[in-house]
């Protein structure tokens, strides 16, 4: 691959695997915490498959910038500070509210499905074998996400409050998820992905009926609250010190 | 069977390799092998070294390292100098590789075996589950996530019984 298109790629792998890892952490902070059991488990296990999601698309950086892909994940993950991260704000919001997280999660995973529908016809084949293995993991995370929607929606005026609440919270954020990513023009002229842009008739498409059926209004008008994956909340700086302080710690341990 | 598409002509090294790797349990469900699951893709034997091609079932499954690991002890132990393991994404991995006999195991372990999809993983394929125990298909779904990341929780309407199922991708 060519040298530019190849920084622009590894621009681009870079946000999938951070916004992945990100949500993974705080979805893993509902371990022990979540309302009933059943969610604890299976928001560990959500985490879990975003945490390997982020590393499919870590390593496959590591292929395109002539890495080790068995060490600069953990190079990645472990010793960048938070201006170098490039994730959306969305996912390094706390993790709030049940309503909140549910919201999140299912506007990200709707998101998501969108995205990897178009990834996996890449003309960069590495990049469509990766989105065709993380699509067939997906259809369970919204499946699950979308019946808590309803469930929450239509469940009592309180959790419609709730849920509305989160809604309103959560879709500022997430209109930077169609935000044009930085240098993503060779790689659209290339074929390789599509345009953020074109991704957001088909999101709200997805997203919008659901909201609907359970009584919860999308709100209008709204623009991202950040205008680049360079900007970043105090959030994740909390977020990596916690997640990176036992390798900052001990770097000669670190074997993950 | 893309799963099951060579095991080596009898009595070659390469059958010998297989045969090994038939002893490398997933440290989750230690009923089945990573043959039975389908993760070997390919085994390539020169001289002295052996390199085995796997693929990942669930992207973030923490027992995926255990059994490369394994792999690699069990295949140095038939006098290979080298074992090198390497990690293929495509095809995707799918359960309709799980061989015939690992479903049984499965299914005999308690754990209700997933279903040929033919690539079409949709709502339907949640519904009537058989129960493992008891055999009936009045059964719910109490969890679309279990205690790993391939299984997820029902319980039988008719025995009662909870029971986890091996999740069709």
Known sequence: MKTELGSALGAYLLALADDELILAHRNSEWCGHAPILEEDIAFANLALDEMGHALIWYRLLADVCGEDPDRYPDQLVYTRTAPEFRNVQLVEQPKG????????????????????????????????????????????????TRAWVHRLGLGTKESNRRMQAAVEAVWPDARQLIAPMEAEAPLVAEGIVPPSGDLEAAWLERVRPEFEAAELALPEDVHPR???????????????????????AFPEMMAW | MVGESSSGAPGSVEQRVWQALETVMDPEIPVISVVDLGLIRKVVVEDDRVA????????????????????????????????????????AWSTDWLSDSAREKLHAYGIAPPPQHGGAVNLILMEAVPCPQCGSDQTTERNAFGPTACKAIYTCDNCLEPFERFKPV
């Open chain 2, 52 to 91: 085995v091609t796997m693929t990942p079932t669930f992207a973030g499954c923490p027992a995926l390292h255990v059994m490369e690991r394994e792999i690699k002890a069990r295949l140095s132990g038939l006098g290979f100098a080298t074992v090198t393991v390497e990690t293929t994404l495509s095809p």
């Open chain 1, 226 to 248: 950040a205008d680049s994956r360079r900007d970043h909340t105090e959030s994740l700086r909390d977020l990596l010190a916690e997640l990176q302080h036992v390798a900052r």
């Open chain 1, 97 to 144: 509210d049940w309503a909140y997280t549910l919201v999140r999660q299912f506007v990200f995973d709707a998101f998501e499905a969108v995205r990897l529908e178009r990834l996996v016809e890449s003309s960069y084949p590495p990049l469509a074998q990766a989105a065709a293995k993380i699509q067939g993991e997906e259809f369970y995370h919204l499946r699950h």
